[in-house]
């Protein structure tokens, strides 16, 4: 008997019409589709008319499901893997089970689309040759202000994902660590109504975050020392 495929699928990181052709036709054809939460997924799958099994596939059952789906696989069905927005593995669960078909010579296939720290980066005006993705930097001050002193001379572009309970401190780690005049680039609720991508010196930054309304997950890219807009 063949064995099935796994299928990484990028889903919208918000409007769902950013969904590729191929995207629809590869969750139409996997029957079982593993998402990071059924109740965000499922509004995907009826927007397109998909019909498959939605299987629960998180940080906290990551190791059980993975054992689950590899054994599918290799009875012949087909899994997609897809996370609540943009593309399995980047900062969300799907590197365990990729893991594991490689070590079991499943074939995994990439259906590539939105990714939240690529949509930032071309819009945010800073430096686009050399970025280093490095995730959410932390929930406590001392674990962010660590990666922001290691990474300081870095000279590339930072990228960092950061929630909406802590944009405002992460950002005054930043003016603490970087100085005033350091370049950042904050973009939230990308491709939805209220999508703000700003660019200015950190000091301006934090004076027009006080104004807006924090809400949902953010993009901070932060500009090498030397650059200037």
Request: proline share 5%; glycine share 6%; aromatic share 8%.
């Amino acid at each position: 008997m063949n064995q099935g495929q796994l299928f990484v699928v990028a889903t919208p990181i918000g409007n769902l019409d950013d969904i590729t052709f191929r995207a629809i036709e590869i969750l139409k054809r996997c029957p079982i589709i593993a998402c990071e939460d059924t109740r965000v997924s499922v509004n995907l799958l009826k927007k397109f008319n998909i019909s498959a099994t939605l299987l629960p596939y998180h940080d906290k059952n990551e190791r059980l499901q993975t054992e689950y789906l590899i054994q599918k696989i290799k009875v012949g069905v087909s899994v997609a893997i897809i996370c609540d927005a943009g593309t399995p593995t980047i900062s969300d669960p799907g590197f365990r089970i990729v893991r594991e078909c490689k070590k079991n010579n499943i074939e995994v296939i990439p259906i590539p689309g939105p990714c939240a720290l690529t949509a930032a980066l071309s819009a945010s005006g800073l430096p686009t040759n050399h970025f280093l993705f490095l995730g959410f930097p932390g929930h406590k001050d001392s674990e962010r202000v660590k990666i922001l002193e290691k990474y300081a001379a870095f000279e590339a572009t930072l990228i960092f994902y950061e929630s909406c309970h802590r944009i405002g401190k992460f950002l005054n780690n930043i003016f603490t660590v970087y100085g005033a005049s350091r370049i950042v680039a904050i973009c939230k609720e990308l491709t939805k109504i209220h999508e703000a991508i700003l660019t200015a010196p950190i000091a301006d930054i934090l004076i027009i975050v006080k104004e807006m309304t924090i809400k949902g997950e953010f993009v901070v890219l932060i500009a090498p020392q030397d650059y200037s807009l």
